[in-house]
């Protein structure tokens, strides 16, 4: 049986309790209606907190899985519709794997391609939404942050933001 067919046969109440069965068993789902009912900023905030808790776990040293933060992000853009949203979610991992940096001292090529990545696609959000003057700040701080950080992560990050905020005026 096709799920519309099956959808079709049902009476509002019947659909309704089906909705509330998935939100509770499946939680990508509750945070889909959460997202969608205005709770974005608490959404939002979740992921920002797994996204720190891989970089700056409570309890030990952080190691930072790119392929966890890489699922996180993912995921996110499966339940948000907001571009701004996730533009703030990626400059937020930007700006953990930086302060990583700073504290740790330097890491790999490999790390850093993955945080340029993810300004990369920000800035690419940030032109999209015309959301320049939101992340602006943010952005440039960044950019102030990893002058001296090796593997040529300053020069991408900076020639990222220079393209994209330069004529933004």
């Known amino acids: 049986m096709k799920l519309k067919d099956h959808l079709s046969g049902k009476t509002n109440k019947e659909l309704i309790q089906e909705i509330l069965m998935f939100s509770k068993k499946i939680p990508s789902v509750q945070e889909y209606y959460s997202n969608r009912l205005g709770k974005s900023e608490d959404v939002l905030a979740k992921f920002k907190k797994a996204i720190k808790e891989e ?4 309890r030990g040293d ?12 993912s995921d996110f853009k499966k339940i948000s519709n907001s571009n701004r949203d996730l533009a703030d979610l990626l400059i937020f991992r ?7 940096t700073n504290e740790y001292g330097d890491i790999d090529e490999q790390f ?8 990369d696609a920000a800035t ?7 959301l320049y003057s939101e992340f602006q700040e943010r952005c440039l701080k960044i950019v102030e942050e990893t002058d ?18 330069q004529n933004s005026k």
Do not use: M
């Open 55 to 58: 970089y700056f776990p409570s």
């Open 62 to 73: 952080g190691f930072p899985q790119a392929s966890e933060i890489r699922k996180l992000i």
């Open 94 to 100: 930007v700006e953990q794997g930086v302060d990583f």
């Open 112 to 119: 850093y391609s993955s945080i340029e990545s993810s300004f």
């Open 124 to 130: 690419k959000l940030i032109k999209k939404g015309n």
């Open 148 to 165: 001296g950080i090796g593997w040529g992560f300053h020069d991408c990050l900076a020639d990222l933001y220079y393209e994209t905020f």
